[in-house]
């Protein structure tokens, strides 16, 4: 497992952006399969984004394509960045990551990442 900070959430308008970034303590960053899930009180984590290990394949959600674009550096980070913002995009927001999972054209699981940071709330409103 890894340990993952998030950072860069607050309160924004409709039609604003954020970016989120994901800093993870590991010397084989790599090779893990980084994500993004968000989860608002009483509901189950939903994904959001995802990134191969390779920096080359990514996937989203239907709700957030077009819209928010996964990243990652050589510097242990992932970002989100997440532009034209709508209030039903208000969620505490996860960074989660898997040494080595593949990723398709299909939405992932939470039960597929094994570490998980504490979150970073993100709030759309007027």
């Known amino acids: 497992q890894v340990h993952l900070v998030e950072s860069g959430g607050g309160l924004v308008q409709p039609g604003g952006s954020l970016r989120l970034s994901c800093s993870a303590d590991?010397?084989?960053?790599?090779?893990?399969?980084m994500s993004w899930f968000r989860q608002n009180p009483g509901k189950e984590a939903t994904f959001v984004a995802a990134?191969?290990?390779?920096?080359?394949?990514t996937v989203y959600s239907d709700s957030v394509k077009g819209r928010f674009t996964i990243s990652r550096d050589n510097m242990n980070t992932t970002y989100l960045q997440m532009n034209n913002l709508k209030p039903e995009d208000t969620a505490l927001y996860y960074c989660?990551?898997?040494?080595?999972?593949?990723?398709?054209?299909?939405?992932?699981?939470?039960?597929?990442?094994?570490?998980w940071g504490r979150g970073t709330q993100v709030t759309v409103s007027s």
């Open positions: 989660a990551a898997r040494w080595g999972l593949p990723i398709g054209g299909t939405p992932l699981s939470a039960s597929d990442f094994n570490s």
């Open positions: 990134v191969a290990w390779t920096g080359a394949v």
């Open positions: 590991t010397q084989s960053f790599g090779a893990y399969t």
